[in-house]
């Protein structure tokens, strides 16, 4: 539950927040000064905090002060019903989360609290990065034992001690947020901000005016001055996620600020310097961007000072089995006791392919969860595309299994003769070129095999393959198929 304290001395705004923020996941307290907020604050341990600016005794930007000594992390938004420029910049250069102008705008208020609380729970989340889960005093983890993840777990460390800028790159759903959140968790800037920006999921006429901020009559809809997240973050970290969609002229900015720390506002003539960490992320390959002159080449050598991959789930099944008894304990029904996996249950999720990766585990399992009827998860409450993607058959209920495109058991019987031959032929062949990988090769020729044995025909192909139609447009495009075959 979100706690919020509002700190304002009128009477209708305490009972206006009462009404708007009336909701089972958030925890509201109303002091009337600013001494009474400080001496609440170590009591009540607030998520966020809401303070009006003119107030008796000590005012807003006084009580802001003090609250950054109490704690730094805590973000604070405050309002006021006289606003000017440069009561918003003192505010910003103080700390401030974000300021309002009294009367404030409903979705505008909900919007802003709702990211500060977001920005709350990120800066606080410890991320574990050691594959230990018998502890359980943390809430979000980067679980793994596999070679790869050990390398992402020592170069998580090694940056985190220095203050270079990342470039974490990866396919969507590997957890590259949570290993930006690890190196800030783990570095200096640990007690200052941090923000998290998508760049793909803001407007491109916006996202510039997101990251700096803008002045007032900047352009169309600019009433009022606005600071940018930099601003926000000075002295912290700010994570950019999905940097590769960013358009050239905020590349050109970023780019600036990364060398000299310097940049101006939309719509404004001043240098405003900042300390801030940049770690940034993208599940495109910047390289090839770089070459279709699509991304500036010099703003990704400033950004790629230290590179870390994280390896997709298919290419660390081992990790499978941890990540589901993480998820299991982490969506389990409060107060009540985490749910455990049949083996044939686990088995099936270890051979699916996980086009979606981590993200598409948890929320497989948290299906599995919801759906299932007793305090064990079997086959049947698994999402079908993981069973169609599995190649067990008689765990899942022998000859009369729900799963799409079954093999009869005397099928699947004959074939498996010559799966271990098979299999320990490919390991050999794996063995001798580490640098193959076998298994993205293996799956690639098969539905290429498939659609040219078909025409191009998706429902059939994956009849043959026994995985759903969506799943066959994935790996089409995720292999890039299309460039060889006309596929429809």
Not at 402 to 419: E, I, K, Q, Y
Not at 444 to 465: C, F
Request: with cysteine; hydrophobic share 45%; aromatic share 6%.
């Amino acid at each position: 539950m979100d706690k919020i304290l509002l700190i304002d001395d009128e009477a209708d705004v305490q009972y206006s927040f009462r009404r708007i923020f009336d909701a089972p996941d958030i925890e509201l307290h109303t002091v009337s000064s600013g001494e009474e907020g400080l001496r609440q604050i170590p009591i009540l341990r607030p998520d966020l905090v809401i303070t009006d600016i003119r107030m008796a005794g000590i005012n807003g930007l006084e009580t802001l002060k003090r609250i950054r000594q109490l704690d730094p992390k805590l973000p604070v938004i405050l309002m006021t019903a006289y606003g000017t420029t440069q009561m918003a910049i003192e505010a910003m250069k103080v700390g401030a989360y974000d300021y309002l102008l009294k009367p404030f705008d409903v979705p505008r208020l909900k919007a802003l609290v709702f990211a500060a609380l977001k920005a709350a729970r990120d800066m606080r989340q410890t991320v574990v990065v050691q594959p230990i889960l018998e502890a359980e005093d943390y809430d979000v983890g980067v679980i793994g034992r596999s070679d790869a993840m050990q390398t992402v777990f020592k170069l998580v460390g090694q940056t985190a001690a220095a203050d270079a800028t990342v470039l974490i790159t990866g396919e969507s759903g590997t957890g590259k947020e949570l290993v930006a959140r690890a190196i800030y968790h783990y570095s200096r800037r640990a007690d200052r901000p941090f923000l998290a920006i998508n760049c793909a999921a803001i407007p491109e006429n916006l996202l510039e005016s997101e990251l700096f901020g803008h002045e007032k009559g900047a352009f169309t809809g600019a009433t009022q001055l606005r600071i940018g997240k930099f601003e926000q973050c000075h002295g912290g970290t700010l994570f950019l996620d999905e940097i590769g969609d960013m358009t050239p002229a905020t590349q050109t900015k970023i780019l600036r600020v990364l060398q000299n720390g310097t940049f101006e506002r939309v719509g404004g003539n001043g240098v405003i310097q900042v300390d801030v960490r940049v770690i940034a992320a993208t599940n495109k390959r910047l390289e090839e961007a770089v070459a279709a002159r699509q991304f500036r080449e010099d703003l990704f050598y400033r950004l790629n000072v230290v590179r870390i991959q994280l390896p997709p789930l298919r290419d660390r099944r081992d990790d499978v089995r941890l990540l589901v008894d993480y998820f299991l304990r982490k969506l389990a029904v409060p107060g009540g006791r985490a749910k455990s996996i049949g083996r044939p249950a686990l088995q099936a999720l270890e051979a699916y392919h996980w086009p979606g990766n981590v993200r598409e585990l948890e929320n497989s399992i948290q299906r599995a969860i919801v759906v299932s009827k007793g305090q064990a998860i079997l086959p049947a409450d698994l999402p079908p595309e993981v069973l169609a993607g599995s190649p067990q058959t008689p765990s899942v209920g022998g000859p009369t299994s729900d799963v799409p495109n079954a093999p009869r058991p005397a099928a699947a019987s004959a074939l498996a003769g010559d799966f271990p031959a098979l299999a320990q032929a490919l390991f050999r062949l794996a063995r001798h070129d580490t640098r193959l990988k076998v298994i993205p090769a293996v799956e690639r020729e098969l539905v290429i095999e498939a659609l040219k044995e078909t025409s191009g025909n998706q429902v059939r192909a994956a009849r043959i393959l026994g995985i759903t139609r969506a799943t066959l447009r994935k790996r089409v495009e995720k292999f890039g198929i299309k460039q060889e075959l006309d596929v429809r």
